[in-house]
């Protein structure tokens, strides 16, 4: 710093003869950045300089922390237009804007010219903001600002920053996550506030394209109406500023010598906050959002409350029902809920609903000054207002929101929450007052026997697409004919082989994706260009047609968001094939068991993908109208789709087609060794809670990344199960952990999950909790029983050296198959 720079020589030739390294804070018109040197700020925190990425030759300017070694970009300007050989940094003298540009002086990125270019310097602030600025032409003596990279965010939100809109400036500062590690050009994932008048009540939001992802929830005066946990902490203070010239959130450090910033991730569709610890020389994460299952943006659909210990997560708020009850028992919520009740408008009044996020404020109004009084009114003399409640929460409450529309993307939270007052007709409050009429139990019955129906039928269809086989009869029920030329009802489309030959390359080796528990599969694109997963059942089978179908008729109407999706099946000859929905991010175990991916799972994905396990295994043991127990849980069983969602598949298989399997693959057809629960490889018995018992090894192997079966540790006789209970008794669970999540400011999370997975373990089927135990231990925070001894926590007793030895026993429990599919 200081070094005084003069040029003497036009700068293109110093820029490619000068190697020498120096650093300013700021330049004018007669300097330049080059390859050569950087700008530092005063106080030596923020770099700025060319960088490449990673693993990639791309030249880009951008600004850094000096001294962080592990190089945190927290700014770029030319993220479009990389260099491919060596950059320059420089003011225009004639058009007072500052321009990147490559060696050969193509220009790869400014900012606009300015009509008034006096004296223009460039300076590198303490703060990491890049500001240019000019004499002022009105007073000599002082300089104004006509650019700062502030404005123009990347992906990275730095102390001081305001994300939102500047209404004078006419500039939207948003954030943009980087495409790629290596890539700093705009991915499709945001981060931003949407521009409304001054009588909204504005919140923030994360965009997946033009799609809302995750919603802050409007800010309440302390905090975001979706972050109860927001809390006055001794990292930073935040604030949010609404009025006719700006609306921003900003923070600022509490502590000058702390490093804290909030970055936006495509990869993991988080926003997240870290915090830098110096002894350590790591970030460490501080927060993330969304942060669980219930801030996915109106995962309820409209009018539902999404319920993060209920089950289903979704619920629709009281007074209100599905809006297609055949679709919201399949867990596909998008539709939302409905009243039960018509408002009448005159006539209507108000229910209180507590500890709420409040719901999406694109359509609402605020006046800062109503009282909650002359908010009701309001509501009221309006027909379309459904809502209404204190826009801010300080001192008991003050200001006026109302909503107006559906209520979207509203959750429940345990405390913390928001009061809302929801619009009610008469009939639907005088209800209220002397309790609910005893109707449910009839409308629930109705919506289920509807499941099985023509809707199911609509939607296989919509999702297959043209291209199959199928007849539409005038019922609306889709019917096929088979080879004997019958008539069948299978509620399921029928492919033809030729179809499925076609699809595959004629069950091309390269096209085959594993091999699964009752034969191999293949993935498949069908003309239109979908992608399919395609199971062909081996040949050898012995079951009956009849046998076959019927099991195909029972998996079919098994729908749940973390289940495959059966789609079709192809009955032709000796081949018997189930076609599922095809998942491009392969199977669990591909990411656990993989050092390199294993990366990409973050604690909250990986939480989100064990509650998804849990919540699909729940609706398979208790909530499908089949109890159907799994028997063969493991991690590559759970598929992942784009959105890394777990996806339970060959369940109902064992009980289908095992029987016809079991020389050729024992392991597989009846479990797998390292995940069975005693009771099962020991005697053969099996229930939900042997089940349970898979879940819990499923849920150590993802804490941990390392395998059930195979040798643990060396030195001791010690399996994963028994390294946990050890680590567990020494107070020193957290051992257990993968190295990453041990980072996660969600540690309490991570014992839970441990402790969860213990009680899974436990030796008797009856001291392990049932699925949906699990779904509300995961869910809160309440205290959990304390774990005894878990089953086959020592090597040489383990289920492993068992597995063989008592292939005998597992071939006869097969007449115990048949209390496996109790009808409902
Ligand atoms: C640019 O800054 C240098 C160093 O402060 C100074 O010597 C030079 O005169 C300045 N040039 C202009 C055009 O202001
Ligand atoms: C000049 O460099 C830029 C950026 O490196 C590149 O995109 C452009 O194609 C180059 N032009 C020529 C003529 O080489
Ligand atoms: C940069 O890109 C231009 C245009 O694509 C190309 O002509 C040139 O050879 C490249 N330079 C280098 C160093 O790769
Ligand atoms: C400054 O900008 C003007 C207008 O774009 C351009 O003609 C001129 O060459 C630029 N000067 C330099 C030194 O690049
Ligand atoms: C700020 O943080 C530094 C380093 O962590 C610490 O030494 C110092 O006491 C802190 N200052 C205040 C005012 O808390
Ligand atoms: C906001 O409320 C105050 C107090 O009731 C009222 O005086 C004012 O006119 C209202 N503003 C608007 C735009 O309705
Ligand atoms: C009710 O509110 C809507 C939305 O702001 C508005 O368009 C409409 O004019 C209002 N109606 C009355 C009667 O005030
Ligand atoms: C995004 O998350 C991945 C996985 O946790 C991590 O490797 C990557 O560095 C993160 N990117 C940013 C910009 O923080």
């Given at each position: 710093m200081g070094t005084i720079f003069f040029i003497l020589v036009h700068p293109y030739l110093l820029f490619l003869s000068s190697k020498v390294s120096f650093a300013l804070d700021s330049i004018n018109t007669s300097q330049f950045i080059s390859e050569a040197n950087t700008l530092v700020s005063k106080d030596g925190n923020f770099e700025l300089g060319f960088f490449s990425p990673s693993s990639s030759n791309n030249r880009y300017l951008g600004i850094w922390y000096k001294n962080i070694p592990a190089k945190t970009i927290v700014w770029v300007a030319n993220r479009l237009n990389p260099i491919n050989d060596s950059g320059l940094l420089m003011i225009n003298s004639s058009t007072g804007s500052v321009v990147v540009m490559s060696q050969n002086r193509s220009v790869v990125w400014s900012t606009s010219p300015q009509r008034q270019a006096k004296n223009p310097v460039l300076k590198l602030l303490d703060s990491g903001n890049l500001v240019l600025t000019v004499t002022d032409e009105k007073d000599e003596n002082s300089r104004i600002s006509l650019w700062e990279s502030f404005d123009y965010p990347t992906d990275t939100f730095l102390p001081g920053m305001k994300l939102g809109w500047d209404l004078k400036k006419g500039v939207n500062r948003i954030l943009t996550a980087w495409k790629k590690p290596d890539d700093p050009s705009p991915g499709d994932f945001t981060f931003g506030m949407l521009e409304m008048g001054i009588h909204s009540y504005p919140a923030a939001y994360t965009w997946k394209g033009n799609k809302k992802f995750y919603r802050t929830g409007p800010w309440n005066g302390l905090r975001f109406s979706g972050s109860p946990d927001l809390n006055p902490n001794p990292v930073y203070n935040y604030n949010f500023v609404s009025n006719e010239n700006e609306v921003y959130y900003t923070y600022t450090l509490k502590n000058k010598s702390l490093i804290s910033i909030s970055v936006l991730n495509q990869t993991t569709q988080s926003w997240d906050r870290y915090t830098w610890i110096e002894e350590e020389k790591i970030w460490e994460a501080y927060s993330s959002r969304p942060g669980d299952y219930c801030d996915r943006y109106g995962l309820c659909g409209a009018n539902g409350n999404c319920v993060f210990t209920a089950s289903p997560v979704c619920q629709c708020l009281k007074a209100f029902k599905p809006k297609s009850p055949e679709l919201w028992s399949l867990t596909e919520w998008s539709q939302g809920c409905v009243r039960n009740k018509p408002l009448s408008c005159d006539t209507d009044g108000f229910v209180k609903f507590v500890d709420l996020k409040l719901p999406d404020t694109t359509y609402s109004w605020v006046n800062k000054s109503m009282s909650l009084d002359e908010c009701r009114v309001k509501c009221l003399n309006n027909c379309t207002c459904m809502a209404y409640t204190n826009s801010d929460i300080r001192g008991g409450g003050s200001g006026c929101a109302i909503w107006f529309g559906e209520l979207m993307d509203i959750r429940q939270f345990p405390a913390g929450g928001q009061d809302l007052y929801i619009r009610m007709s008469a009939s639907e409050l005088q209800e209220e007052k002397h309790g609910p009429k005893i109707k449910i139990a009839v409308t629930v019955a109705a919506a289920v026997a509807v499941v099985s129906g023509t809707l199911l039928v609509g939607f296989y269809i919509c999702k297959i697409g043209?291209?199959?086989?199928v007849k539409k009869e005038s019922n609306g029920i889709i019917s096929h004919q088979n080879n004997e030329g019958q008539k069948e009802d299978l509620e399921l489309p029928f492919l033809d082989l030729s179809t499925i030959v076609g699809a595959t390359d004629n069950f091309a080796p390269n096209n085959k994706l594993g091999e699964g528990g009752f034969g191999p599969v293949y993935k498949g694109i069908l003309e239109d260009g979908q992608e399919i997963a395609i199971k062909r059942l081996?040949?050898?089978?012995?079951?009956g047609l009849n046998e076959f179908k019927n099991e195909v008729r029972l998996i079919a109407k098994l729908q749940h968001r973390n289940l495959v999706k059966l789609v079709a099946c192809c009955i032709q000859g000796e081949e018997k094939i189930l076609v599922y929905e095809y998942m491009p991010n392969k199977s669990l175990d591909s990411f656990i068991f993989d050092q390199t991916k294993r990366t990409l799972l973050n604690w909250s994905m990986s939480f989100n993908i064990i509650c998804g396990i849990a919540r699909g295994l729940q609706y398979l043991h208790q909530d499908s109208r089949l109890r159907i127990i799994h028997r063969d849980l493991k991690a590559s069983n759970v598929l992942l789709d784009i959105e890394m969602n777990p996806k339970i598949s060959d369940f109902g298989a064992a009980r289908t087609f095992g029987g016809d399997q079991l020389e050729g693959n024992t392991n597989r057809v009846m479990g797998t060794c390292g995940y069975m629960a005693p009771e099962y490889a020991f005697d053969g018995l099996f229930s939900t809670k042997s089940d349970v018992f898979s879940f819990g090894i499923l849920l150590l192997e993802i804490i941990c990344g390392k395998k059930s079966r195979g040798l643990f540790h060396p030195n001791h006789s010690l399996n994963l199960i028994g390294y946990a209970w050890r680590l567990w008794n020494e107070g020193r669970p957290l051992e257990l952990t993968d190295e990453c999540f041990r980072q996660s400011s969600t540690l309490s999370e991570v014992l839970r999950c441990i402790h969860i997975s213990l009680l899974c373990l436990q030796q008797c089927p009856e001291d392990r909790p049932s699925m949906s135990s699990v779904i509300v231990m995961l869910g809160s925070e309440g205290a959990l029983p304390q774990p005894k001894q878990p089953g086959f926590f020592l090597e040489k007793d383990s289920n492993e050296a068992h597995c063989f030895s008592s292939k005998q026993e597992l071939f006869s429990t097969n007449e115990m198959t048949i209390t496996l599919l109790e009808a409902r």
């Open positions: 043209t291209k199959l086989k081996s040949r050898s089978s012995g079951q």
